[in-house]
């Protein structure tokens, strides 16, 4: 059973930076690919960044671009996402996704690659 509990989300003014963790769990889980998604009230859910967890190849969303910095420490088995200069139109619930290799998409940001998801974390940009 492969678990995903995020955490790190909170309130901050714009400009701010906040850092999200995502720690996965699970007996023989290794993931080929991780990603951070994010879902607004009324919108749909939209990949943020992803990670390839073999060459640490990265992709991110246009509106993230030199803001976001996704990283992964394989040996703790944790996902991060690191968000600076903060905007109000980050405000969402964050939430964490896996593939294995039987979904072999690399960093992709679409959902339908990632089989296994956290909870979420909520993030609110103030202005």
């Known amino acids: 059973q492969v678990q995903l509990v995020e955490s790190g989300g909170g309130s901050v003014q714009a400009g701010g930076s906040l850092r999200l963790s995502c720690a996965a769990s699970?007996?023989?889980?290794?993931?080929?690919?991780m990603a951070w998604f994010r879902q607004a009230p009324g919108k749909e859910r939209m990949g943020v960044a992803a990670?390839?967890?073999?060459?640490?190849?990265?992709s991110y969303t246009d509106s993230v671009k030199g803001r976001f910095t996704i990283s992964r420490d394989n040996a703790k088995n944790t996902l991060y996402l690191q968000m600076n200069s903060l905007k109000p139109e980050d405000t969402a619930m964050y939430y964490c996704?896996?593939?294995?290799?039987?979904?072999?998409?690399?960093?992709?940001?679409?959902?339908?690659?990632?089989?296994?998801w956290g909870q979420g974390t909520q993030v609110t940009v103030s202005s």
């Open positions: 990670i390839y967890t073999g060459t640490g190849v990265t």
């Open positions: 699970g007996d023989t889980y290794s993931p080929y690919s």
């Open positions: 996704a896996g593939n294995s290799r039987d979904r072999p998409f690399i960093a992709a940001l679409f959902p339908q690659a990632y089989p296994y």
